[in-house]
């Protein structure tokens, strides 16, 4: 079935400097990756999403390419703020009418 | 953007009781689901919902868990008994379609849910 892979559980960081948040998954169907972040006792939100092979998606300083020869969908941002320190999941939907699955998520902790 | 709305945003419970947590989606949206997330942990699907129908349910939607959408009013999820293990955050969601591009979830800022 459907799943999702994010191997890290918390990256810190300092300030200033750039991540990448790892997420890989398995279907047989044509996904539709999404990132979502949750902050502190906060719902989770739509941080981007894609299902265009090989084309880079952009919000609010994130960025992330879906690539489908390798299965990837590596969330990434090239200066890091204090504001970013978050809960980030990687989800995963597909054509054939199943719900998203997420992955376990990674911590990001951005510290001064 | 589009909000949904959870009532109440906290919940405490002596084991055995009921309780029914609510969820007001986004007006247009067609699905609903419910997540369970333990503090720090990540979020674990339990159920969607369409056309007044359960559609999947996970292995963690017990048999003391029921879903139901009254006349378009409220998404509910009840338990009925509660046990120590149903202390977590549960998060509604909804969403305008199901697969593909319109599977956009907004989520809902949570129940916290205690047990004792």
């Known amino acids: 079935g459907d799943s999702v892979t994010q191997t890290e559980g918390l990256v810190t960081l300092t300030k200033g400097l750039p991540v990448m948040l790892n997420c890989t998954y398995q279907t047989t169907y044509s996904p539709f990756l999404f990132w979502y972040v949750q902050h502190l006792n906060e719902a989770p939100k739509l941080l981007l999403k894609s299902s265009t092979d090989n084309k880079r998606t952009e919000h609010q300083g994130f960025y992330a390419t879906l690539h489908k020869s390798s299965s990837s969908f590596h969330l990434q941002k090239s200066s890091v703020q204090l504001s970013d320190s978050a809960l980030y999941f990687c989800a995963l939907s597909d054509n054939s009418g199943t719900y998203q699955r997420f992955g376990t998520g990674t911590k990001l902790q951005v510290v001064p | 953007g589009p909000k949904v709305l959870q009532i109440p945003s906290h919940q405490i419970i002596d084991m055995g009781q009921m309780v029914t947590l609510n969820c007001d989606p986004v007006s247009n949206h067609l699905y609903f689901y419910w997540y369970k997330q333990i503090l720090g942990q990540q979020m674990e699907f339990l159920v969607n919902?369409?056309?007044?129908?359960?559609?999947?349910k996970s292995k963690l939607f017990k048999d003391q868990f029921s879903v139901e959408r009254p006349d378009g009013s409220y998404f509910t999820l009840k338990i009925q008994p509660t046990a120590l293990e149903d202390s977590a955050v549960y998060f509604c969601a909804s969403s305008l379609g199901l697969g593909g591009n319109q599977d956009t979830q907004y989520f809902g800022p949570g129940t916290r849910l205690l047990v004792l």
């Open positions: 919902f369409y056309n007044g129908k359960v559609m999947e």
